[in-house]
């Protein structure tokens, strides 16, 4: 059995850490470091969902676009994720509306439901070649009580208009090939990608749009050129070159540093560990998520598992602050791999990884414009890959004035930048080993 498992060194290096999705990934676009000064109009800063679709919106609507990352496009969470699109975030619309009132909460609510549509016809319009497949999204419920709040929900979306099933025990076990659940519902919305080819075929349109992306490339500092009387941004580089830009687009989520003051200590940064089998024989697989569904179940400590287009098994769940330094770190994902589907007998697993999600206090995503020509994405909570998509959409509108996202049609709340108090004590949880979990009940 060989063990691909990501160790400290791994994930300190520029390469791309060792997963099923570097394995198997569409080829990397070429994204040379950036050594001698350029200008822009926009200055995006990390190659993630956020950054690359923010470029390619931008691109597409004649700015003058440069993206740097300090690893390669998708070496942070977008090449490392469950590939699970679900264009939800952790509140329900009628959640959201008492949060925020109707006003603005329903053009959020339109966003996000929207946002899955925005990832398929990206795909479909740019030919990206990341295995997309549109089943649908299973959570799943343990007890009765668990999935009476499940139905809630997916009435709720029924209410607006989305296509949605409710699973009793039955359907669920016919579906999902386990008898481990009560029920559940599946949102007809969502779907699975491969989500570091995914980002690649992003940073591909980008650059056919005209944006340039430069890897291995990290803004170190950003100063306003009050003296050139323009307010244009200056990045200074790790490479020793620098960036002017009209507007700067911080796009670091889970890997942001210490870049823009305060930033860092509004995100509680959480490993989030995954697992993939070799592939399953046909009749073992096709007894599993038959249609190609992504699932996931409903307890804080969430579990998420797909297949991928091969027939490996998935299974990905909560990590703890410290990156992972031995396979056995990934232990309890496996015995719950195994827990679920006693029928396919001790597994084979052939990658290990992780990857750092951002979480917010509040569990909403944070949109920042803490001086002018700086927008900051970030706190995708776990759920980026439509969420992030739109950011990029919406936030290309409000900085050229066109399309989805211009003026007051910007869909997301834009906040403050506001520390998490006694947010240091994260290192002390990293040094006790503490789930992060603990810590979200802390402040939560
Ligand atoms: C293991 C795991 C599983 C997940 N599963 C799912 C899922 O199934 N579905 C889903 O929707 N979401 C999932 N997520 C969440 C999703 O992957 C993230 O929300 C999303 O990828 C965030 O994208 P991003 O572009 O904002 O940030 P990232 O993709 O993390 O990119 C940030 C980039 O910023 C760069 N950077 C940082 N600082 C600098 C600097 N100073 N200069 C230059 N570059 C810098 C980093 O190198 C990095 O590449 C998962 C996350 C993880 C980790």
Redesign the pocket.
Known sequence: MTHHTMTDSAMSGRALPPSLWAATAIEAPPAPALTASARADVLV???????LSTALHLAEQGAAVRV????QPG????G???????PTLKYDPDELVRKFGAARAEPLIDAISGSADLVFDLIARHRIDCQPVRAGWLQLGYTAKAVDGMHARARQWERRGVKVEMLNRDAVARRVGTDAFAGGWLDGRAGAIQPLSYTRGLANAAQRAGASIHGD???VSLARQAASGQGRWKATLSTGATVEAEHVVI???????P?WPGLSSTLLTAN???VATRRLSSAAADAILARGETASTSQRLLL?FRKDSEGRLLM?GRGFFADPRSPDDFAHLERSLELLFPQLGPLDYAYRW????AVTRDFMPHVHEPAPGVTVA?G?N?????L?TSFGKHIAGRLTGEGAGAGDSFPYPISPIVPIPMHGLQRFYVAAGVAWYSLLDRFG
């Not at 740097?68 to 690893?71: A, G, L, Q, R, Y």
């Not at 776990?382 to 439509?386: E, H, N, S, T, Y």
């Open positions: 800063i990390g190659a993630g969902f956020t950054g740097v990352d300090s690893h070496w942070g969470a977008s490392r994720n469950g590939g699970q699109v679900n490339t990290a803004v796009a670091t989520n889970g890997y942001t540093g870049l989030s560990f995954i998420y990905g992780s990857g750092r999600i970030v995708c776990g759920r980026g890959i439509a992030c």
